[in-house]
């Protein structure tokens, strides 16, 4: 079966603390893609990173970076000295199979609030 | 620049009431796909289409129609609205990736339908 879990439901930290989303995922695919999105207030989904399952580099883009490790099958997600525009969900997905059908698993997704 | 458009943003219906919520994408994209949001459960996929004249279900497609009749739009009809049907839908569409690139692509998604059953 295919699932991405999100055990944090909400967290909470203050501005300019470092914080840490976590994503498990759940594939038997060798060929899968992971993704990121964020979903502020305003209700839009936002699209902040894909990996794809033979790359297991970690990314670094400004004050975001990501974790990707087959091994744990996880791709975390850290917000570096977050920021109160940083408040938002947060969901993690994964691709899986062959194609490119769009068609996504979405985590729970976790609720980021800032405050200043 | 529009991307993915979805209309109406809002929409409050009483239950029996059809209804369609239309999506549009001028990106030439070959697959769409409709996603709703509920609190606690991310959003989950009702149906997809890779392609004019091609759709599929997804995980909670039961309430739900879909057809495709031109590459861009890809309107979801509700045809007997119940309260459980009140949701947050999404749009969303992609291209096929070139064969040969592995490096897959972008999803792009609508800013969403906000729709309430009464």
């Known amino acids: 079966a295919q699932k991405v879990t999100q055990a944090q439901t909400e967290i909470s930290v203050v501005e300019k603390e470092d914080v840490t989303l976590d994503c498990v995922y759940e594939?038997?695919?060798?060929?899968?893609?992971l993704f990121w999105y964020k979903q502020p207030p305003s209700g839009e989904l936002v699209f902040l990173i894909r990996?794809?399952?033979?790359?297991?580099q970690n990314e670094i883009s400004g004050r975001y970076s990501w974790n990707f490790q087959k091994s744990t099958s996880s791709f975390n997600f850290t917000i570096t000295a977050s920021q109160v525009v940083d408040s938002a969900v947060y969901f993690c997905?994964?691709?899986?199979?062959?194609?490119?059908?769009?068609?996504?698993?979405f985590g729970q997704g976790t609720t980021l609030q800032v405050k200043p | 620049n529009a991307g993915v458009t979805q209309t109406p943003k809002f929409q409050v219906l009483k239950t029996g009431q059809s209804m369609t919520l239309q999506c549009a994408q001028d990106?030439?994209?070959?697959?769409m796909s409709w996603y709703r949001q509920d609190p606690g459960m991310g959003l989950r996929l009702i149906h997809y289409?890779?392609?004019?004249?091609?759709?599929d279900q997804g995980e909670v497609p039961n309430g739900y129609n879909v057809s495709r009749s031109t590459t861009e739009d890809f309107p979801l009809r509700l045809l007997s609205a119940a309260p459980s049907q009140t949701s947050v839908y999404f749009c969303?569409?992609?291209?096929?990736?070139?064969?040969?690139?592995?490096?897959?692509?972008?999803?792009?998604f609508g800013e969403g339908s906000w729709l309430t059953v009464v």
């Open positions: 997905a994964l691709r899986h199979g062959s194609g490119n059908t769009g068609k996504l698993i």
């Open positions: 594939t038997r695919d060798t060929t899968y893609y």
């Open positions: 990996r794809n399952s033979f790359d297991e």
């Open positions: 990106m030439n994209h070959e697959y």
């Open positions: 289409s890779v392609g004019a004249g091609i759709t």
């Open positions: 969303a569409s992609n291209s096929r990736t070139a064969k040969g690139d592995s490096s897959g692509n972008t999803i792009y």
